[in-house]
């Protein structure tokens, strides 16, 4: 990772008219060097604006079963925030791979929301292309949206899954808190 990587994603999220975080949310970029996934992940908040919309993130992560690089746009029916960085992408993990809290989104062409790659770099780079298209009415699968009928992009159902992690009594793990991803670190 480095701050060119970082800054690229920035300079994407701050030309596109159509990312927004509000008055009170900062459309911010994070990076960690191991993630869940196994390695480098980046998460830029794009668009908070408007609950009804959903939530949308720019994700960088590892493939969980190609390990290739993945830039993703990412729509979820939650805010995901921490006070720490690691805890910030375990939570992301937590809402995406085990709640399910993603939703598909409208894609217009093949990499407006997922592209695979061989690299961090090239992935930053996907992301920034993905970014500086991202209009939120081409995004949504909204009935009343110009594209409600146009493709879903449905290969982020390949990195996040499609069922939930509930036990077999139908008990969700609950979300990652501060307290347990300190205990996890001290007991090493």
């Known amino acids: 990772m480095s701050n060119s990587t ?11 008219a159509g990312c927004s975080a509000g008055i009170l ?6 990076e960690t060097a191991s993630g869940p996934s196994g390695g480098p992940e980046l998460l830029a908040l794009l668009f908070i604006d408007e ?15 190609s390990g290739k690089f993945l830039a993703l746009i990412v729509r979820m029916s939650v805010f995901v925030n921490a006070p ?11 809402w995406t791979r085990i ?13 407006d929301a997922y592209a695979e790659t061989d690299s961090y ?30 493709r879903l ?5 390949s990195v996040f899954g499609i069922e939930d992690h509930a036990d077999e009594n139908g008990v969700l793990p609950p979300p990652p808190s501060m307290s347990a ?3 996890v670190a001290y007991s090493h």
């Open 99 to 111: 709640r399910l809290a993603y939703t598909p989104c409208t894609v217009q062409r093949r990499h």
């Open 6 to 16: 970082k800054q690229c994603i920035q300079d994407a999220i701050a030309s596109t």
């Open 25 to 30: 949310g900062r459309a911010e970029v994070l």
């Open 181 to 183: 991803l300190m205990r």
């Open 121 to 150: 770099k090239c992935a930053a780079a996907a992301l920034a292309d993905m970014i500086e298209r991202f209009n939120i009415e081409h995004r949504g699968p909204e009935e009343d949206s110009p594209h409600h009928d146009d």
């Open 51 to 65: 609950q009804h919309l959903g939530y949308w993130y720019g994700h960088i992560r590892k493939h969980p079963r």
């Open 153 to 157: 992009e449905m290969r982020v159902m």
């Open 84 to 94: 720490t960085i690691p805890l910030l992408f375990s939570r992301f993990d937590y």
